[in-house]
């Protein structure tokens, strides 16, 4: 099983230049996260999506967008890139089930530079 | 948030048992206790969880003190794979989406 995809592994891009991060699961999870983590730090949340068609902000939302274009599918948008988003970028899914804890599901990452 | 206070580094022999402590004072009654790891150049992995009692997997073992303001995850024989950052990690919202925050772990080194 692939598990969570994340396209592409490793970009570099200029200030001020756009970039969508793609990510699918395979494992029919309702729940998708976007994280970033910069080095030495521990991961902090992007954006959410509970369900196909919501999407929540989290920790860090400023200079991102995301859309959950259908059950598999999550992707981060970086309109204007700045410096300070240069980072390493995770997407994560998990079931849904109120009242229970499902546990989160990461890719290995997006590895982004921003000149 | 309730947070969690976790040793920056450990290290420890291969095969030897490990244990790996965390702190959580301000922790709620409903707040669930989770690990998860992040090996080199991978995403976090889950680990284990618990809310009040002791917990087993094929993974490793979680002791939750009887207070629950500290917790220990137990790897039973270390083996070099388990060089990795440990999250200690409260749960952060009680509702659908399982939101987890996590702080800058406890890094691992495991010695042949």
């Known amino acids: 099983n692939a598990g969570v995809t994340q396209t592409p592994k490793f970009q570099v891009l200029k200030t001020g230049q756009s970039m969508t991060l793609q990510c699918a699961q395979d494992?029919?999870?309702?729940?998708m996260y976007w994280y970033r983590q910069d080095p030495g730090m521990g991961l902090r949340l992007i954006y959410y999506?509970?369900?196909?068609?919501?999407?929540d902000k989290g920790e860090v939302p400023n200079g991102y967008n995301v859309s959950r274009l259908n059950k598999r599918e999550f992707s981060l948008r970086l309109e204007s890139a700045a410096p300070s988003q240069t980072s390493v970028y995770f997407c994560?899914?998990?079931?849904?089930?109120?009242?229970?804890?499902?546990?989160?599901?990461f890719g290995d990452g997006t590895r982004l530079s921003i000149l | 948030d309730a947070k969690t206070t976790q040793p920056n580094s450990m290290e420890s022999n291969e095969e030897e048992p490990v244990h790996l402590p965390c702190n959580h004072s301000?922790?709620?009654?409903?707040?669930?206790i989770h690990w998860y790891r992040q090996l080199p150049s991978q995403g976090p992995e889950y680990v284990i969880h618990?809310?009040?009692s002791n917990v087993n997997n094929r993974m490793a073992s979680l002791a939750i003190a009887e207070d629950r303001k500290s917790s220990t995850l137990i790897l039973h024989r270390a083996t070099l794979r388990d060089a990795a950052v440990y999250y200690c990690?409260?749960?952060?919202?009680?509702?659908?989406?399982?939101?987890?925050?996590f702080g800058t772990g406890t890094l691992l080194a495991v010695q042949p």
């Open positions: 618990g809310l009040t």
């Open positions: 994560a899914s998990s079931r849904t089930r109120l009242g229970y804890y499902q546990p989160q599901h």
């Open positions: 301000t922790i709620s009654g409903t707040d669930y």
């Open positions: 990690i409260l749960r952060a919202d009680g509702g659908a989406t399982n939101k987890l925050i």
């Open positions: 494992m029919n999870h309702n729940s």
């Open positions: 999506s509970a369900s196909e068609g919501t999407t």
